[in-house]
């Protein structure tokens, strides 16, 4: 049993493009998709999904039963599962070893607040017992496992802003102990007025409507939505199917705060515990690591903690390590943003170049980011995901060669 | 791969809390099901509910605030708390970085939802309060464990509906026996809900008079709420300690109907998949089971698919293998119930007592099983699975044996 879990598909839908070409594109020109909505009215800001046609990849029907989250990872399972060559489209039943993990933290909010709101405005008798399935936290897996015949393990993972990175290992382990054959792993977070309105409510919106990643000026975040999965195999299942992947799933670290479940440990024990580990599983040294792709969102404590972090683990070598902090592209997408910066990591790591930190200007902390494409030579990226929950991980991607 | 012992079992129930009292009163046939208390269900056809009564979080809640959390993490830390004195360990002797949590949820926290609904209504959106998105979200639960044990391992929700507590519990195996934890605290939680009550209730799956799994005349499931913890350690650990052992886990098996995402797969497809894995990964075979925790929730639908899959899985000898549901006395607790039932599949390895299925009096033809019917017995089981089916097509079964010294 080979112990190596490869990339073998990508899919992705987000604020900076759809698909892993458009997705690619918009973070190497240095673009954001922080701007205005067009879900919450004149003068409100987002790094949403704009103009999202999820018929234009799943055609027309079936759609209706759908809220935003599923219809996200509906197109985000098709795009994968096409690539990759899995596609159980024309199958009678599906494949019982392929299955799809999700990293999420909401599922559907906005439906399980409608489905209230509903009883609680015109009674209970009068709801629409049809959407009563979309409340659960699991039903964006389960409209996707039902939508493209997947019959493997359908697990949905929150680990707060970690849930996207804890997905991905979950499923490499799955994969390891040969639980299945090929898995969908990444996440899905859908955009609602609920979140909105929380975001705000909760003092982690920029009041200046910008994400400014480790600036000493940073006021918050800008919310993104989306989703972003990897097909995931074994590399020896993947040979065998005669392809030649060419990035690997690498070590993974972990660790909670245990200080707050609503506010950033600035000591950062948490998160330097989570990039040791995971160096140490992938059984490399930190000048080994080319480029980091780092969570910061903007977020006063939250960057903070991750540049003590990095110092911690890298010291003087962080002079030389370039950073990019992509979520001042696609915004804080929440559960879905450990997988968007898993695929950003992982496009770097092909490119040999870290991607732009969009609008970037200065940081109050010394780290080689820069608001151009930075050029690296290497064979390992780091991927960060920390959360005010407590909750942190990394993950290091390998390139095979 | 190290073997996976487990050694603390702490729960808070419909029928009360703690080990003991929860053992007793299940093999007695006890019911935690009444008239919902937690909100007026007067609009609502059907008023059957399984609540935790007289629950007091301030008892088990110690370092956290519990008006800065919602019922979900409030259970939950019960659970914990019964479980980690249960087990007898002492946590700082831990190195706290290798001790986590896997947590099971259907909803997490609904009554942060149904709180900003209330409060939208009442003194519109403005007035939504900013502790609203920090503790909705499910993955708070098994943060605040996290934080009240000063707890720095992994910690994860595995919100997979009403078959969580077995996804939880098998991830919390997966982490013991590679090594990557040296404890893990692993189990469900949920609160009661309106809104959960609201979904069942629209559905038509709500029993009107009492919950009755498996018979002829069964007319549905009873929401309910609760927690369960389970502490889970390499056995060799467990040995050394001198620790009372209650069953070692043996094995898990996961599956997805790719069905629909309400109503089971006609011929259980999911379901005898999930068993078959559980069984395989267990190193064991149909004939080493001795009894089945079923899912059983009390629906036509759920009872008959579940006999038909266990039934197509152990042919000739499904009538041999004895198979009962607690969520006849205890209601349906959600994400907490495969924990729950965890728990009382552990207890009926350690004693060899197998719960009953209450409110069985008229067979029905097509759920032709031993569903153990009013009264427990004694049979001193050596293997057992749990099912545990769940929206979304989601099945998972645990394989528990007795550990033998």
Same mark, same amino acid.
């Given at each position: ?184 792993? /990444? ?7 609920? !979140?909105?309105?929380?975001? =705000?409510?909760? *003092? $982690?919106? #920029? +009041? ?44 993974? /670290? ?7 479940? !609503?506010?950033?440990?600035? =000591?950062?024990? *948490? $998160?330097? #515990? +989570? ?127 | ?405």
């Amino acid at each position: 049993m080979s112990s190596r879990v490869v990339v073998t598909g990508t899919g992705v839908i987000s604020s900076i493009g759809a698909g892993a070409d458009d997705f690619e594109r918009g973070l190497n020109a240095g673009t954001t998709g922080v701007g205005p909505s067009q879900m919450f009215g004149a003068g409100t800001t987002t790094a949403e999904v704009r103009d999202f046609a999820p018929q234009n990849w799943l055609g027309p029907k079936g759609l209706r039963v759908l809220d935003r989250s599923a219809r996200l990872i509906c197109v985000s399972s098709h795009m994968a599962l096409c690539e990759a060559g899995l596609s159980q489209a024309d199958a009678e039943e599906g494949d019982p070893d392929l299955g799809l993990i999700c990293g999420t933290m909401f599922g559907g909010l906005h439906s399980i607040t409608s489905f209230d709101w509903s009883g609680l405005t015109e009674g209970p008798n009068l709801v629409n017992p049809m959407e009563f399935p979309n409340t659960v936290i699991n039903s964006p897996a389960g409209h996707a496992a039902i939508k493209h015949k997947l019959r493997g393990v359908n697990s949905t993972i929150c680990a707060g802003l970690a849930s996207g990175l804890y997905a991905i290992h979950y499923a490499a382990e799955f994969l390891r102990f040969g639980r299945a054959k090929a898995l969908l792993a /990444g996440g899905v977070e859908e955009l609602c007025e609920e !979140s909105f309105l929380g975001f =705000r409510k909760m *003092g $982690a919106a #920029s +009041a200046s409507d910008s994400i400014r990643p480790f600036a000493a000026d940073r006021d918050g975040s800008v919310l993104g939505d989306g989703s972003a999965l990897w097909m995931l195999e074994t590399e020896d299942a993947a040979r065998a199917r005669g392809l030649t992947p060419v990035l690997e799933v690498g070590g993974f /670290g972990s660790a909670h705060d245990a200080h707050s479940t !609503s506010a950033f440990d600035v =000591r950062a024990e *948490g $998160a330097t #515990s +989570a990039i040791r580990q995971a160096l140490a599983a992938s059984e490399i040294e930190p000048e080994q690591i080319a480029c980091i792709i780092s969570a910061a969102s903007g977020n006063r404590a939250g960057d903070l903690m991750e540049a003590r972090a990095l110092r911690n683990v890298f010291g003087d070598l962080l002079g030389e390590i370039p950073v990019s902090a992509p979520k001042a592209a696609f915004g804080e997408g929440l559960g879905v943003s450990g997988a968007f910066c898993a695929l950003a990591g992982g496009l770097a790591l092909v490119r040999q170049s870290a991607p732009p930190t969009a609008g970037f200007k200065e940081s109050e902390f010394r780290l080689r980011l820069s608001a151009e494409a930075q050029p690296f030579q290497g064979k390992h990226v780091l991927i960060n995901a920390f959360g005010c929950d407590g909750n942190n991980a990394a993950l290091i991607l390998n390139l095979r060669t | 791969m190290k073997r996976v012992a487990i050694t603390g079992l702490g729960l808070i129930t419909p029928i009360g809390a703690g080990r003991k009292v929860f053992w007793e009163r299940l093999l007695a046939g006890a019911s935690g099901i009444a008239t919902v208390a937690s909100f007026d269900s007067s609009a609502f056809p059907v008023h059957l509910g399984a609540e935790v009564k007289e629950f007091d979080p301030k008892q088990f809640v110690r370092l956290g605030k519990t008006e800065e959390m919602g019922r979900g993490s409030q259970l939950a830390i019960a659970a914990a708390r019964m479980s980690i004195e249960d087990s007898g360990i002492e946590l700082s002797s831990y190195d706290s970085g290798r001790v986590g949590v896997s947590m099971g949820t259907t909803s997490g926290e609904p009554r942060l939802v149904e709180r900003y609904n209330d409060v939208r209504k009442a003194d519109g959106l403005e007035a939504i309060p900013g502790d609203f998105l920090p503790q909705y979200p499910c993955n708070v639960i098994p943060s605040h464990i996290a934080v009240e044990f000063g707890l720095h391992g992994p910690c994860m929700m595995i919100p997979t509906a009403c078959a969580a507590g077995n996804y939880a519990i098998g991830y919390g195996y997966d982490l013991i026996r590679t090594g990557r934890a040296d404890l893990m605290l692993a189990g469900g939680a949920d609160a009661f809900s309106r809104i959960t009550y609201q979904g069942f209730s629209r559905l038509g799956a709500i029993a009107p008079e009492r919950c009755q799994p498996f018979d002829k005349n069964r007319k549905g499931m009873v929401p309910g709420e609760g927690a369960a913890v389970l502490i889970l350690e390499p056995l060799e650990d467990a040995r050394a300690r001198g620790a009372k052992i209650y069953a070692e886990v043996l094995g898990y098996g996961v599956s997805c109907d790719s069905h629909h995402m309400t109503a089971a797969h006609p011929k259980g497809d999911g379901a005898i998949r999930a068993m078959a894995m559980a069984l395989e990964g267990s190193r064991k075979t149909i004939t080493d089971v001795d009894y089945i925790s079923a899912h059983g929730t009390g629906t036509p639908t759920n009872d008959r698919v579940e006999s038909i899959a266990v039934r197509t899985l152990f042919g000739d000898r499904a009538g041999e293998v004895p198979m009962s549901s607690i969520k006849s006395m205890l209601g349906h607790t959600m994400g907490a119930a495969s924990a729950i039932e965890a728990v009382a599949c552990s207890l009926a390895l350690d004693t060899g007592v197998i719960p009953p299925t209450v409110n069985y009096e008229t067979p029905d033809p097509e759920c032709d099983l031993d569903y153990v019917p009013n009264h427990a017995r004694t049979t001193n089981p050596r293997v057992v699975l749990n099912n545990a089916y769940a929206f979304g097509g989601n099945n998972a079964s645990l394989c528990l044996a007795r550990y033998e010294a």
